[in-house]
Nanobody, 122 residues
């Protein structure tokens, strides 16, 4: 079992930066791949970024590649999403998730946080 809690998001102007963190509880955090997903109003939840259990492999959606960076600290049981050059279209509820495979699919993640709102103003 893994419980996930995202940090508070926030309101930021376009072009700004924001760092999300996700704290995990449970002894097996380092065994899980971690992902970030987001869901805008009226849209389906979409993949943002993922990182393998050891942190060696990372994957990004094309829409955030070069602007967002995912990282993890297994000693602290945390995963992070550094978001730079934010755009209004990045506005969404952001979720972290844990799964046994590093995947872009929501169905491959077993545990989810409650979500945190990120709003980017133009």
């Amino acid at each position: 079992q893994v419980q996930l809690v995202e940090s508070r998001g926030g309101l930021v102007q376009a072009g700004g930066s924001l760092r999300l963190s996700c704290a995990a509880s449970g002894r097996t955090f380092s065994s899980y791949a971690m992902g970030w997903f987001r869901q805008a109003p009226g849209k389906e939840r979409e993949f943002v970024a993922a990182i393998s259990w050891g942190g060696r492999n990372t994957y990004y959606a094309d829409s955030v590649k070069g602007r967002f960076t995912i990282s993890r600290d297994n000693a602290k049981k945390a995963v992070y999403l550094q978001m730079n050059s934010l755009k209004p279209e990045d506005t969404a509820l952001y979720y972290c998730a844990a799964g046994l495979t590093t995947s872009v699919g929501t169905n491959d993640y077993d545990y989810w946080g409650q979500g945190t709102q990120v709003t980017v103003s133009s």
